[in-house]
T-cell receptor, first 116, second 110 residues
Framework: NAGVTQTPKFQVLKTGQSMTLQCAQD?????MSWYRQDPGMGLRLIHY???????DQGEVPNGYNVSRSTTEDFPLRLLSAAPSQTSVYFC???????????????FGQGTRLTVV | GNSVTQMEGPVTLSEEAFLTINCTYT??????LFWYVQYPGEGLQLLLK?????DKGSNKGFEATYRKETTSFHLEKGSVQVSDSAVYFC?????????FGTGTRLQVFP
């Protein structure tokens, strides 16, 4: 039972480089989301998706793109990395509320990104 | 909009002490409330939850009661252990978004 799998676990980028953080879940959850965690600021929502082909912006979307071509995968793209994007990134998935199902969110192990 | 406010940490306790971490929320309607825990180097995992007013969530000796009249969901444990040292996040959802507080670091010393 893999749950939510994030790769890579660690990454160092130079300013201006691009990369994709991968996230996959095997629980058939409709809802997937990306958060960044910074000291003193908790988890802030970057982008989320309520199903394949549907994405929306969260609290801090600037500098990030997402797509949801399948139920299982929800990659996060940094097109031109900046030092302000140094953070720990978490992917999460869950069933949607209001469907009589458990709305617990399951998290990946995180990706620690440093932009120099 | 929806928001969660947690007490700032770190909270430093000796083993077997009583723990309270305060959490209050602002939300429309009837949100579900959660406590998540993050151990060092790991992702978040659900500790307990409550889905309606007066519900009490409990797990691993931790408890929290959904108080609609005071819009609170305070986390308590009667006797903490060194292994409880972690960051604790209060969260809510009443839409498709899960909103987190800033987290409270708990440090328990022998």
């Amino acid at each position: 039972n893999a749950g939510v799998t994030q790769t890579p676990k660690f990454q160092v980028l130079k300013t201006g480089q691009s990369m994709t953080l991968q996230c996959a879940q095997d629980m058939n959850h409709e809802y997937m989301s990306w958060y960044r965690q910074d000291p003193g600021m908790g988890l802030r929502l970057i982008h989320y998706s309520v199903g394949a082909g549907i994405t929306d912006q969260g609290e801090v979307p600037n500098g990030y793109n997402v797509s949801r071509s399948t139920t299982e995968d929800f990659p996060l793209r940094l097109l031109s990395a900046a030092p302000s994007q140094t953070s720990v990134y978490f992917c999460a998935s869950r069933t949607l509320p209001g469907q009589g199902a458990n709305t617990e969110a399951f998290f990946g192990q995180g990706t620690r990104l440093t932009v120099v | 909009g929806n928001s969660v406010t947690q007490m700032e940490g770190p909270v430093t306790l000796s083993e077997e002490a009583f723990l309270t971490i305060n959490c209050t929320y602002t939300a429309t309607g009837y949100p579900s409330l959660f406590w998540y825990v993050q151990y060092p180097g790991e992702g978040l995992q659900l500790l307990l939850k409550a889905t309606k007013a007066d519900d009490k969530g409990s797990n691993k000796g931790f408890e929290a009661t959904y108080r609609k009249e005071t819009t609170s969901f305070h986390l308590e444990k009667g006797s903490v252990q060194v292994s409880d040292s972690a960051v604790y996040f209060c969260a809510l959802t009443n839409t498709d978004k899960l909103i987190f507080g800033t987290g409270t670091r708990l440090q328990v010393f022998p």
